[in-house]
């Protein structure tokens, strides 16, 4: 489905994680959609290319491609086709995330590509000057996340709030209108509340939520701290 793009955020990326394939993706993200419905936060979720279309048949929420590849249709065998996606009933995608880096030019068509379809565009990038690359581009959203503290545990907000409060400032400069997320490292709510009072607008997690003993409540947790920072 689409949502209206309302802060704060939170978006989880499923990867490739055992806990988040098949039939458990659609469970995790049935507890994705209760946490959404029961904290009022837009909560998004992007799972594996084949997981797409029963995550998007099972519930009410905004999915989102991992990646998809700076093609048209064609004989491209082997790659991500924005169509093919959108038709699995894929909303928004991920673009340039850490473990699937793309050439600018590459970054810029898909960001083009995604507003013709009508796709939320969410770019990732890993330092504040490619953020304020990637906002010049008018993306949906920007996503801060420096890849060295990606699954790590230790969050972004608090090893390295400069790199947040920098991001901001250069974006806003430069795009007034694109939401900006904060990544990597992010494990408790009060990571998440640190990452909002420095200017972000949510946050793009994984690993935190995906593996949790209880994502349902993990998510709660994340969404309750945007709220109310």
Do not use: W
């Amino acid at each position: 489905m689409t949502r209206s793009l309302k802060p704060p955020l939170v978006i989880v990326n499923f990867k490739t994680y055992s806990e988040a394939t098949g039939r458990k993706a659609v469970e995790l993200a049935s507890k994705a959609e209760r946490a959404s419905r029961e904290t009022g936060i837009y909560i998004g979720v992007a799972p594996q290319f084949a997981d797409i279309h029963r995550v998007a048949e099972a519930v009410d929420l905004p999915v989102y491609a991992q990646h998809i590849d700076p093609i048209v249709p064609g004989s491209f065998t082997g790659h991500v086709l924005a169509e093919s996606v959108i038709e699995a009933g894929a909303s928004g995608t991920l673009i340039n995330h850490s473990e699937r880096q793309l050439k600018l030019a590459d970054v810029a068509f898909l960001t083009r590509l995604a507003r013709d379809k009508n796709l939320v565009s969410c770019i990732c990038a890993s330092n504040p000057e490619v953020s304020a690359a990637a906002a010049i581009l008018e993306p949906n959203i920007v996503s801060i996340e420096p890849p060295e503290l990606i699954g790590t545990g230790v969050a972004v907000s608090r090893a390295k709030p400069e790199v947040v409060t920098e991001t901001v400032q250069l974006v806003r400069k430069l795009n007034k209108n694109v939401v900006i997320l904060c990544g990597a490292g992010i494990s408790t709510g009060e990571d998440v509340a640190v990452a909002i009072k420095l200017g972000a607008q949510g946050v793009l997690v994984a690993s935190r939520v995906v593996l949790a003993k209880d994502p349902y409540t993990k998510l709660c947790e994340f969404a309750d701290a945007t709220r109310k920072a």
